[in-house]
Nanobody
């Protein structure tokens, strides 16, 4: 069974940084794309970033481009999201997901989420 476990969330002041991690198990990690999504209170879940199976291609939502960096370590079955210059509007529960492609709608397993709170 595929399991995804996120970590690294917390409370940070605006302008600060956090690094989220997601540990994967249950299938060949390096064969699948990985993505990060987030959901703020009262809002729908939205795409944040994605990385292809090899790590050679990355994709970002416009709202985080230039501030967030997604990376993966296939040897250790982990994906990271480095978040810099955080803003209060980045406050949300962040989820990692895995799927056959980087396109939203193709992810078939999700983690339980980790809370990120950015204070102004």
């Amino acid at each position: 069974q595929v399991q995804l476990v996120e970590s690294g969330g917390g409370l940070v002041q605006a302008g600060g940084s956090l690094r989220l991690s997601c540990a994967a198990s249950g299938r060949t990690f390096s064969a699948y794309a990985m993505g990060w999504f987030r959901q703020a209170p009262g809002k729908e879940r939205e795409f944040v970033a994605a990385i292809d199976w090899s790590g050679s291609s990355t994709y970002y939502a416009g709202s985080v481009k230039g501030r967030f960096t997604i990376s993966r370590d296939n040897a250790n079955h982990t994906v990271h999201l480095q978040m810099n210059s955080l803003k209060p509007e980045d406050t949300a529960v962040y989820y990692c997901a895995t799927g056959r492609t980087v396109r939203p709608g193709t992810y078939d397993y999700w983690g339980q989420g980790t809370q990120v709170t950015v204070s102004s």
